[in-house]
């Protein structure tokens, strides 16, 4: 089936540092949506993307959808304890009403 | 306040012993998911219904089965759990089937013995 794959799976990161989620599909996607789960809740909407090359930020976040519409970015900048958690995109499939969720990156921050 | 709710939030049974996780939504949303998440595979979704009546399988629906007899509600029945069914199940509604915000129940533990 149609699949969306997120790397890393983990990433530790000191505190202050920048890190970067990658995502990719192997079909083109008509948006993609990004989720921010913190530890033992809920996934929560963070942003959707969609169009060709869009860039969107959100303070310390910054969103990108590629040209192709087959991949997407997050990249938090000075990164603080409050961004621990698991950060999922999720992609919409052209002609297709199912969100696929990537298998999700788990950040960890040390102080 | 719009939300999505589950029941119950924990849940400890034994294969075999037939049980439902119920869910619903106060947003008027069209579209509604089950999801199980396990470690290292993410949300994969289970079963989904575009409206009243129609559901249909997600990538995961062996042993599952779902309902849609009002808007609001969804409920997740496992007719006889077996351990590996032992997972965290987040119930999700969205607007309609195309691009819209997904909003997550608070999630549901299931243990199964």
């Known amino acids: 089936g149609q699949q969306v794959m997120q790397i890393p799976q983990y990433q530790h990161v000191q505190e202050g540092e920048d890190f970067t989620t990658y995502c990719n599909s192997s079909t083109t996607l008509s948006n993609i949506q990004w989720y921010k789960q913190r530890p033992g809740g809920h996934p929560v909407f963070l942003i959707q993307?969609?169009?060709?090359?869009e860039v969107k930020k959100q303070k310390r976040l910054t969103f990108q959808f590629g040209e192709a519409k087959k991949n997407s970015s997050l990249h938090i900048t000075a990164t603080q304890t409050t961004d621990v958690g698991t950060y999922f995109c999720?992609?919409?499939?052209?002609?297709?009403?199912?969100?696929?969720f990537g298998a999700g990156t788990t950040v960890t921050v040390r102080a | 306040e719009a939300q999505v709710t589950q029941n119950p939030r924990y849940l400890i049974t034994v294969t075999g012993k037939k049980l439902t996780v119920t869910c619903s939504q106060n947003?008027?949303?069209?579209?509604m998911s089950w999801y199980r998440q396990d470690p290292g595979l993410g949300l994969r979704q289970i079963y989904y219904s575009m409206n009243v009546e129609v559901t249909d399988k997600g990538d995961v629906p062996e042993g599952y089965k779902v309902s849609r007899k009002e808007k609001r509600n969804f409920p997740l029945i496992l007719e006889s759990p077996s351990p590996n069914q032992t997972s965290l199940y987040f119930c999700?509604?969205?607007?309609?089937?195309?691009?819209?915000?997904?909003?997550f129940g608070p999630g549901t533990r299931l243990t199964v013995t």
């Open positions: 999720a992609g919409l499939h052209v002609n297709d009403y199912k969100l696929s």
């Open positions: 993307l969609v169009k060709s090359g």
């Open positions: 947003m008027n949303h069209e579209y």
């Open positions: 999700a509604s969205r607007a309609g089937g195309g691009p819209y915000e997904q909003y």
